[in-house]
Nanobody
Framework: VQLQASGGGLVQAGGSLRLSCAAS???????MGWFRQAPGKEREFVAT????????YYANSVKDRFTISRDNAKNTVYLQMNSLKPDDTAVYYC???????????????????WGPGTLVTVSS
């Protein structure tokens, strides 16, 4: 399976963007998540969703501003990002995990397939 993320771009602080991540085929997915990597920083967890049941989990830095959702019929996960801040500037990656357990979903290691990333730039 391959992942393709889209929806990145340039936005002013306070604005919104919606990222999409489509899987190329239907496959078993335990979690589908978003991570991001800002210039000069480590990759960090943003949000994840369990396609079966809709359980979601967010990083504290984006909670109440970002919303992750899914459309199982389209094998697609979305990340609605509101009230964007310059600190949200990063390359955003989507990833799927077939084996993660709940206690590990905020770490990148359980995610076994990654998309190429989409750049989000928030200007001040």
């Amino acid at each position: 399976v391959q992942l393709q993320a889209s929806g990145g771009g340039l936005v002013q602080a306070g604005g919104s963007l919606r990222l999409s991540c489509a899987a190329s085929e239907r496959t078993f997915i335990r979690y589908m998540g978003w991570f991001r990597q800002a210039p000069g920083k480590e990759r960090e967890f943003v949000a994840t969703i369990k396609p079966n049941g809709g359980f979601t989990y967010y990083a504290n830095s984006v909670k109440d501003r970002f919303t992750i959702s899914r459309d199982n019929a389209k094998n697609t996960v979305y990340l609605q990002m509101n009230s964007l801040k310059p600190d949200d500037t990063a390359v955003y990656y989507c990833a799927i995990s077939r084996h993660a357990i709940t206690s590990s979903i905020r770490y990148s290691e359980p995610y076994d397939t990654w998309g190429p990333g989409t750049l989000v730039t928030v200007s001040s």
